[in-house]
């Protein structure tokens, strides 16, 4: 119902005034904000609280992999958070420290300064704020929609893929074993495998009694949140265990202590030489977080129903990068652990994201000694869960049913999800999505039409439909743009068309489908027109689009063809190419396909055949 409500306010702006609009375009939250109410309050108060329980170990080990003190993670995840929330578009993407980004991080960064160094952290504040601002360019200038370029298959694709990484990221935890952190998604099943014989039975059963307790909640308890219900059990099976065995012989590994400390002020360190130092690696850093929010925002609203603003997803993530550089956070993104999770725990509005930044500073602050004896393997049955419902099994299947190409597109971006970088990942859906795209267009439909005699009007029809064609008049319905890459497929067909119906001299184009032409296909058209010329007939075209007559007039290809040779109705068009017919032929001919053929009557020794 809140989505209704926000869709019926958007619709509302447009009648405000312009003042208004433009007020909101900056401060979006005012959008979803009167939309508020009891239930709405709850519902974000719980999700957030789940998120915030979640965030704490996530954060922590995110830092530590982006090479910083563990509490910058938690600082990540608190004023960064609260920014992107209020300022994007997404109702329920939850941004932060994440796990591609911080490998980044590292990887970057590393070379320039020993990790965990204040040089370090200066640089990685500094990363932070530069990322950010280039975000807030691509926001302000209105670049967003370029990310746009990632096809509903890649986004399908690569969430599946994310999924299937959480699942096995988790899958160690859940059974209390030992992999190597930064190990890969084959590496690390085999080296899990390898380590089942070493499984921690007590953790095991936590993991399982959580597991089961989320599974039995959702589906007898629809009311309760899962999540909490399964924390709950699991957190009581692990008090047990440890009770009966003692902590030493269970040994269910826990969140441990935590820092605690409120997020200090900080400023980056902008000077040229760092600037320069750090230009192309915030460069990467904008494509890569820019790209992993949009594809997690549109996971979200593929489920949610919702429209995201690309635009406003930027300035989203631009602003609260640059916030990290100043409340010491480091380069963050929209989260897809925490997203799905905000999603499934029933968040209605980013309000749940701003509770959790307020619920985990309570945390870090007052109760971070009760909240270390949370079980790991609990967390990771709750991230199973999450990992499952980013799989939209519904959307693979429609997508596999309705096009091989997008079946591809997305079955092997997510097979780079597993193998690659999740950044290359991305690159390689799209590349191949856009190489789909172009095998698509480069092939536009070239249908032979006629009259249909059985219409009042006469529409053109498909001949394969058994209609009868005229022996010297040839009429071709094209659909799709005739550019460069479509060049070679459309001379082929007219190729095709003059070998095996040389009777037919005159050609007719109905172009009013024809999207697009660029300079090499008005030059296509201009050649067709030429060798007609030559065969003893002519190129006509029907219904042009004004760009596709502009093109043709601006490349002064239009005398090519013939300014008598263009119609805007078909009724003219057929009339002037039948003038040019042989009378001869047409007296032979039996078959009345158009009206005009009635004024050429039948000659007499083929009326008594």
Known sequence: MLLLDVRESLRCERSHSLEKVTLKNFFPFLVWWPARDSATWRADAIAGLIGAVVVLPQSIAFATLAGLPPQ????????????????????????????????YVFATLSPLALPGSPD???????????????????????????????????????????GALIFASQLPVFFGVVVPAGTSFLGGLRTFAAEIPHTSIPALLVGATTLAAALLARRFLPRIPYMITAMIGGGLVAFLLNLLLGPERAGIPTLGKLPGALPSLSRPDLTPDTVKTLMGIAVGATILSLTQTMSITRSLALKSGQRIDANQECLGQGLANIAAGFFSGYLGSASFNRSGLNYEAGARTPLAAVFSAVVLLALVWGVGPLIAFLPLASMAAILFMV??????????????????????????????????????AILVGVTFSLVAYLNRTSR?????????????????????????????????SVEGSIYFGAVDHVESHFDTLRA????????????????????????????????????????????????????????????????????????EAIAAVFARLDPDVCARCKVRIFNECASRPLRDDDEGA
Request: aromatic content about 8%.
């Open 72 to 103: 910058y993670g938690l600082y990540a995840a608190m004023v960064p958070v609260t920014v992107a929330a209020l300022f994007g578009s997404s109702l329920h993407a939850v941004s932060g420290p994440t796990n591609a980004v911080s490998l």
């Open 120 to 162: 370090y952290i200066s640089l990685s504040l500094a990363l932070a704020f530069m990322s950010g601002v280039m975000m807030l360019v691509v926001g302000l200038f209105r670049f967003g929609r370029i990310v746009n370029l990632v096809s509903n298959s890649v986004v399908v694709g690569f969430t599946a893929g994310a």
């Open 387 to 424: 990992a499952f419902g980013l799989i939209d099994v519904d959307a693979i299947r429609k997508i596999l049913r309705a096009s091989r190409a997008d079946g591809f597109v997305m079955v092997a971006t997510f097979a780079s999800t597993l193998v690659m970088n999740l950044e290359s």
């Open 444 to 476: 536009p439909q070239m249908t032979s039409v006629v009259p249909d005699p059985l219409h009042a009007m006469r529409r053109f029809a498909p001949a394969a439909k058994g209609l009868e064609e005229c022996p010297q008049f040839k009429i071709l």
């Open 500 to 571: 095996r119906e040389s009777g037919k001299v005159h050609l007719l184009i109905v172009a009013r489908n024809i999207n697009f032409v660029d300079m090499e296909g008005a030059e296509t058209l201009a050649r067709e027109a030429v060798r007609r010329r030559a065969i003893g007939g002519r190129l006509y075209l029907y219904g042009m689009r004004r760009q596709v007559e502009e093109t043709l007039r601006a490349a002064g290809l239009m005398h090519e063809i013939g300014e008598e040779c263009v119609f805007r109705e078909k009724r």
